[in-house]
């Protein structure tokens, strides 16, 4: 069976550069689950979306490894893919919409995966810091510019079997609900997620999206 891959590049600098590779299938039902896992480690993106329902935004999302309830990178993605004002990952309904050449979705810290974020003195020692290894969730972090709101980052999902997130917008969902305030940060080689908290508790994460290419992709279902 074959079906249409699209590949977009997620969080992009201000001139496209960076940005998170992601993989989404627009008609991800017809990919059984019992695949989906298979078919997202093959490709190896730190995340793949799989489609369910392009009206109702219902979906699936897989890291090489395990299913994630949400992920900023992929609902942004796919969010402006798909052109609708709602997605639907396990973690609940996120809203998302255009505001000129910026994707946003909405949501809560606590309907991603936690991490333990650390801030650091400068950013040089947040490009210093060394990946972690194991089984950790870990972020460092420290101002640019903190009147600005200006932040550096580098994300290290090592616990989800990736070594380190160019653009984490789960992240940032938890960085902005700890700081309760607008940011925009720079993470990973020059990707940029920008960050709006609202007074009830949720979210906002917003970036750039870039077409990769868009193929034909062979699944291999098994039994």
């Known amino acids: 069976m074959t079906i249409q891959l699209h590949i977009l590049r997620v969080f992009t600098g201000p001139g496209g550069e960076a940005g998170n590779p992601l993989g989404v299938f627009p008609d991800g039902a017809a990919i059984p689950r019992h695949a989906r896992q298979a078919v997202a480690a093959d490709l190896g993106y730190s995340e793949t979306v799989f489609v369910d329902d392009a009206v109702t935004g219902e979906l699936q999302i897989y890291t090489p490894t395990t299913e994630l309830p949400l992920a900023g990178h992929p609902l942004v993605g796919t969010g402006w893919l798909l052109g609708i004002d709602t997605l639907r990952p396990p973690a ?16 809560r810290a606590e309907w991603s995966l936690p991490y333990d974020r650390a801030q650091l003195a400068t950013p040089a020692d947040v490009d210093a810091f060394a990946i972690p290894g194991g089984d950790a969730m870990v972020s460092v972090w420290a101002w640019e510019d903190e009147a600005a709101g200006r932040v550096r980052a580098r994300v290290f999902p090592n616990g989800i079997g990736i070594d380190e997130d ?3 917008g789960a992240h940032a969902l938890q960085l902005g609900a700890q ?16 960050v709006r908290p609202a007074d009830d508790g949720t979210v906002a994460v917003g970036g750039r999206v870039v077409a990769v290419a868009e193929r034909a992709y062979a699944v291999a279902v098994p039994a």
């Open 92 to 107: 609940g309904a996120v809203a998302t919409w255009r505001d000129g050449d910026l994707t946003w979705i909405r949501g």
């Open 166 to 168: 160019e653009a984490t």
């Open 179 to 194: 700081l309760g305030r607008d940011v925009v940060i720079r993470q990973g080689e020059g990707s940029e997620l920008f």
